[in-house]
């Protein structure tokens, strides 16, 4: 699934390319695009026809179109899902699920999705800009209302592995599996530490180096391993060039030499320098749980 700069990235293209343009047509085709939308493609396109784009917004990895102000058209793009800007008379994709049109006759908006595993919904908007539908997703590093103090301290009460807790889109949005893996090498920190062992000081560094991360990929677009991360008009990201943990499993730490390694961890891979990451000791005293 893209993360927060992946995700940024397409919404900067929205911004630029949809927002204050009206929705003459909106043309959605087959259940599973829609499958967010109880009332099914057919009520989801009529109600968007007619509206005109006022905002394009986003919250950790979640992106929605604001709607005249008052819905939003939340936009899963899941584990392929692409938004892209296209003229009106170029062929269809084969995966494409749902097409914009606009009043001012310029490029067509597109819904594509090779997995099927993104979609479309809508979803009221409330007074402070979120939607109903995103509303249990937790503020991202790069938002005003981002407390670091008070996520830090809940993350400090866990006994639970400090990747775990960067995944945990209801404790901070945005971060998945390769920013992970990058902000724990940077701070010197195995994701499998406890939080409830880290200091403070050291959970609000791997949070930094979160922020500091991801700003780093959004400024070369975002990271693609495949053709199926694409900005609106198709171009890939190509931050992978500059990871120093995800995916370089058997290459040489880039701060100590050591060969990187991969270990499974939540049923998804991580990748760790053993030197500057030293796995966590474990010990009957320490797997054992706190007596009240």
Not at 40 to 69: I, Q
Not at 159 to 185: F, H, M, P
Request: net charge positive.
């Amino acid at each position: 699934m893209p993360e927060l700069p992946e995700v940024e990235v397409v919404r900067r293209g929205l911004l630029d390319h949809v927002v204050g343009r009206h929705i003459t047509r909106a043309a959605i085709t087959g259940l599973r695009v829609a499958r967010r939308h109880v009332a099914g493609p057919e009520d989801l396109a009529d109600r968007v026809s007619g509206t005109t784009v006022t905002a394009a917004s986003r919250r950790g990895k979640y992106l929605w179109l604001v709607l005249d102000g008052d819905e939003a058209l939340i936009i899963h793009l899941g584990m392929s899902g692409q938004m892209l800007v296209k003229p009106g008379d170029a062929p269809r994709e084969k995966h494409c699920h749902a097409a914009f049109d606009f009043a001012d006759d310029g490029p067509q908006l597109r819904f594509v999705d090779q997995r099927t595993f993104g979609g479309l919904a809508l979803s009221p908007l409330g007074t402070d800009g979120i939607p109903d539908a995103v509303r249990h997703i937790a503020p991202d590093p790069f938002e005003p209302v981002f407390d670091q103090v008070s996520v830090v301290r809940r993350m400090k009460a866990r006994e639970s592995a400090v990747k775990r807790a960067l995944l945990d889109q209801s404790l901070v949005s945005g971060i998945g599996n390769i920013y992970a893996d990058e902000a724990l090498w940077r701070a010197r920190v195995h994701g499998e530490r406890v939080c409830a062992s880290l200091t403070k000081p050291v959970l609000s560094r791997v949070l930094d180096h979160a922020r500091e991360v991801m700003a780093e990929a959004l400024t070369q677009g975002g990271t693609s391993f495949d053709a199926l991360y694409v900005n609106v008009n198709g171009a890939s990201g190509y931050f992978d060039r500059s990871l120093h943990a995800y995916g370089r499993d058997g290459t040489p730490c880039d701060r100590c030499g050591a060969r990187m390694r991969r270990e499974q961890f939540m049923n998804r891979s991580s990748f760790s320098c053993p030197a500057c990451q030293p796995r966590p000791r474990t010990s009957r005293t320490a797997m054992a749980p706190r007596l009240p």
